[in-house]
């Protein structure tokens, strides 16, 4: 399915993907103006694995992020045999560590029109010190060199085994199998969303990808969008 093109240093994987073809895949081992969520800086330093998929338009795109985020658990549970977890929406966890960020986003342009999935994995690239609080990489984890042509073919593998799912609507089914490796649901934290900042446990992802909220006073609150604080 996919055709991959490799790069040694890109300024965005994603950026760069805008002007390629649907099954397209790019690969870079360092990026220079990587991004995540809410354009918020990325830190892509030579090592890490810099992955962007081109897909057609999508349908409920939240599942394209989930499946990415399933794809890379099961990679380094292959490789290396490390348990990592998943985030909501878009984080694969060591450790209550970053070890992966997934941003997907839509080009919109008539007939040209795609999504894009960007996985960036801190695979062996070195972690800033102000950021070593928060994440983490598998190289500091394992004490090993790691080889991410051997997480990229996984990777794909499982990502596409995942997309075809998408394709047949089976939602169902790649929600199930995100949650059971979910690390929020359960947890009592803080989302801080648009419509503001909500406190409460996480006790489920509904059909459209959303986090559902129970609060202190036992209502319930939808979290479309947002940044997802665990405070237990």
Avoid at 77 to 89: A, E, F, H, Q
Avoid at 109 to 119: D, E, L, R, Y
Wanted: proline share 2%; with cysteine.
């Amino acid at each position: 399915m996919f055709d991959i093109h490799y790069f040694k240093k890109l300024l965005s994987t994603n950026d760069k993907a805008k002007s390629y073809s649907e099954g397209s895949v790019i690969i870079a081992e360092e990026q220079s103006k990587g991004r995540g969520r809410f354009r918020r800086k990325w830190s892509s330093a030579k090592g890490g694995l810099y992955v962007s998929i081109v897909l057609y338009p999508a349908e409920q795109p939240g599942y394209l992020t989930f499946i990415a985020a399933i794809s890379i658990q099961r990679a380094i549970k292959k490789l290396v045999g490390l348990n990592t977890k998943l985030k909501w929406p878009n984080d694969v966890l060591y450790d209550d560590k970053k070890l992966c960020g997934i941003l997907s986003e839509g080009v919109f342009s008539g007939k040209n029109s795609k999504m894009i999935v960007g996985i960036g994995l801190n695979s062996n690239n070195k972690i800033p010190k102000s950021l070593l609080k928060k994440a983490i990489s598998l190289k500091s984890i394992t004490k090993k060199e790691i080889n991410n042509e051997k997480i990229a073919k996984p990777l794909l593998k499982e990502f596409e085994k995942l997309y075809s799912d998408y394709k047949n609507k089976k939602y169902s089914k790649i929600l199930k199998q995100w949650k059971k490796l979910s690390d929020t649901i359960g947890r009592k934290v803080k989302a801080v969303a648009q419509q503001g900042t909500y406190i409460g446990r996480a006790i489920d992802v509904d059909k459209d990808c959303s986090l559902i909220l129970r609060l202190d006073n036992g209502s319930k609150k939808k979290v479309i969008e947002g940044d997802i604080f665990a405070l237990d």
